[in-house]
């Protein structure tokens, strides 16, 4: 477990700065998730499966 230690700091800052970057873009840009829009939408897509690849491994730890 240890040799992964240094993945969960990497997987909470990524999450941190797609936080912000959604935070951002809803407030000053005016991103709405399913509203047809490019840049969410690839956002969206990016982290699902960023999301699915971080809990693949950790099932098959």
Do not use: C, D, H
Request: hydrophobic share 60%; net charge positive.
């Amino acid at each position: 477990m240890a040799k992964y230690s240094n993945q969960s700091s990497l997987v909470t800052a990524f999450a941190v700065l797609i936080a912000g970057v959604a935070i951002i873009g809803t407030q000053f840009f005016g991103w709405e998730w399913g509203s047809g829009q490019l840049i969410p939408s690839i956002i969206g897509v990016v982290v699902a499966g960023v999301a699915v690849v971080v809990a693949a491994r950790r099932i098959l730890e």
